[in-house]
């Protein structure tokens, strides 16, 4: 009898019910291996897999990198540290963080080192690599404090993130004394770039800095009063005297292309960032491809960050970059030398100028436009997420303000000024009992009534639902810039405009290619609009990024919970978690989330 060929209409025959071929032998295994032995392309067995066969009682040989971060005991940092795919073989990455004497501006001060440099060790990781990270370390509202002389391992991803990012500790006031350092999170190498590979990749941290300790700034913020103007600037930690003596920060070579990762990782003070005679091409900002523009100079807030390109095709010989500060009577001013490789001379003493008043700085944030061609940590274009066609489920007005209570400052939004607790909000929520820490919605939607002055100092947590698209109104009624920072998250920065807000206003919203980013600025006298959708469970900071502000309340925390309880969406605390507060003896179960949506099928 004739063999039978095989045609699209013979799928009605299939068997997709009856397993028992496939129980009786007619199956294979296909086994796909990287040679790289990379987290790009495969995962490492969990720490709790049951072993067996020949294999049980083996000790599991780890794939990651584990990164150790060692903090004084003096010091309670959030230290935060990635690091990039590597082979078996390589070492350990070490970070470890010591009290030095310092004196960046000429005056001795005891400074955070990070492996003994100043500012840190740059940090590299490649999108959705799983890390390991050892610390002496506590995250505010979401662990227990970790008890002096002892450590613990985070286990984290660096899921769909690609770009420029900073690390710097973040408790009390230990951000003016250094600890920071850059954080670079490359594409996946399936993944194309919208530019060429450059000649080299360099960080610049900008920022202001104080000669006094990071101890008396802290006593000058509890005694009820603010910090001063900074007493200068630095670049990379520091500042060139421009007589000669000065070596170069970063060197180019001739007709070569070099990224700039500019990142201002200062207190409270905005930046204006030049380079004599180079023009910077925009490519990155904050996790996003951008429209690629030329600009002179770039105003860097409080906590962003830029990648630009710049080109060696001028005369060969030394050139400055120049970070100087913005919106102050008093302008300070940090340079540093770039220097040709085959260059003859020193850098002229002539200096490109800042640009003055903060409404050229509203023009050049709506010059900023989404790459919709390009993809970032994922291979879709950016432009394939339409925004601006999603309809907005609720929005929230966050306006900030600033008061006596008991006759010492506070900062605050919507009238309340955050306090930090004892049980970490995340443990509180977790263990359901966030009744006995904190309450939910101690602020409306609606803002600050007009003309209230009080302020309530509490918990500030705010309870949002889980995949609703949200509009986020920030007004700013004071005379100062401010910046603001939500972690978890990147949103839409869709408007920026004088005045106050109203629902008319968004017939002016960018709802095309406004840029995707995790910080927003707000002018003095003005208010900023952003968009997101909370699709990420967990208990997220948002907050003033100007350090004395946060530090003396302006920051809540947002709380956004699947209703499915489902490791589909929020993975369960890990067993070692530290507990304390009203949590501490509770028993760490695995059951508070469980599998909802994991059924293996096969076909026959």
């Avoid at 009898?1 to 699209?8: C, I, N």
């Avoid at 023009?279 to 600009?295: A, R, T």
């Avoid at 947002?558 to 507990?579: F, Q």
Wanted: hydrophobic share 35%; glycine share 6%; charged share 20%.
């Amino acid at each position: 009898h004739r063999a039978r060929k095989w045609s699209p209409e013979k799928r009605a025959n299939y068997n997709l019910l009856d397993a028992k071929n496939r129980y009786l032998g007619q199956q294979l295994y296909v086994s796909v291996l990287s040679p790289a032995l990379s987290l790009r392309d495969e995962y490492t067995f969990q720490t709790a897999l049951l072993l067996c066969g020949v294999v049980k009682g083996m000790p599991e040989e780890p794939k990651w990198v584990l990164v150790v971060l060692v903090c004084p005991p003096a010091l309670s940092l959030r230290c935060i540290a990635l690091d990039g795919p590597r082979r078996r073989s390589l070492p350990l990455l070490h970070l470890e963080g010591h009290l030095r004497p310092i004196s960046p501006l000429g005056v001795p001060q005891q400074g955070i080192l990070i492996n003994g440099e100043f500012p840190g060790p740059n940090i590299n990781s490649t999108t959705n690599n799983n890390e390991e990270l050892l610390a002496k370390t506590a995250f505010p509202g979401t662990t227990c404090p970790i008890p002096a002389g002892t450590n613990f391992t985070y286990h984290f991803q660096v899921k769909d993130q690609i770009g420029s990012f900073f690390y710097y500790p973040s408790t009390a006031m230990h951000r003016a004394a250094g600890g920071f350092g850059g954080l670079r999170i490359n594409s996946r190498l399936l993944i194309p770039v919208p530019y060429a590979d450059p000649e080299d990749d360099y960080t610049v941290l900008i920022g202001d800095w104080y000669t006094k300790s990071h101890t008396a700034l802290k006593q000058l913020l509890d005694s009820g009063r603010t910090l001063a103007r900074p007493d200068g600037i630095l670049i990379n930690g520091k500042n060139a005297k421009g007589d000669g003596s000065d070596e170069p920060l970063f060197t180019m070579k001739p007709e070569k292309t070099y990224k700039y990762r500019i990142c201002n990782v200062g207190l409270r003070t905005s930046l204006n960032f030049r380079i004599q005679n180079h023009p910077m091409k925009l490519v990155e900002m904050e996790g996003s491809h951008v429209v690629q523009n030329d600009y002179q100079s770039l105003d860097v807030h409080v906590g962003q960050c830029f990648s630009v390109l710049v080109t060696a095709n001028q005369e060969p010989r030394d050139y400055y970059m120049v970070a100087s500060t913005r919106f102050m009577k008093t302008i300070h001013m940090s340079k540093a030398i770039i220097r040709y490789t085959n260059g003859k001379g020193p850098a002229s003493s002539d200096l490109p100028e800042a640009p003055m008043g903060w409404a050229w700085s509203l023009n050049q944030f709506r010059t900023f436009r989404w790459n919709l061609t390009a993809s970032a940590a994922r291979p879709n274009p950016q432009g394939s997420f339409r925004y601006g066609s999603i309809n907005i489920t609720r929005t929230i007005k966050l306006v900030n303000s600033f008061g006596n209570v008991d006759g010492k400052l506070r900062y605050a939004i919507n009238g309340v000024s955050h306090v930090e607790t004892e049980t970490p909000l995340k443990l509180a929520e977790y263990f359901k009992v966030p009744e006995k820490v904190f309450k939910y919605d101690m602020i409306t939607d609606e803002g600050l009534p007009e003309g209230s002055t009080t302020i309530t100092v509490a918990p500030n947590v705010l309870n949002a639902t889980y995949r609703n698209f949200v509009e986020i109104i920030f007004e700013n009624h004071e005379k100062r810039l401010q910046s603001w920072h939500l972690n978890g998250y990147s949103f839409f920065a869709v408007a920026i405009e004088p005045g106050k807000w109203s629902p008319e206003k968004r017939t002016n919203y960018n709802l095309l290619d406004a840029v995707s980013r995790h910080t927003i600025q707000v002018f003095p006298k003005s208010w900023a609009a952003i968009l997101l959708t909370f699709d990420n469970c967990g208990m997220w900071n948002l907050r003033s990024e100007l350090t004395e502000n946060r530090y003396l309340g302006q920051q809540l925390y947002v709380s956004v919970l699947s209703p499915a309880l489902s490791l589909r969406d929020e993975y369960n605390i890990p067993d070692r978690t530290l507990l304390c507060g009203v949590v501490k003896g509770h028993a760490i179960t695995q059951t508070i989330y469980h599998l909802s949506s994991f059924i293996p099928y096969f076909l026959p």
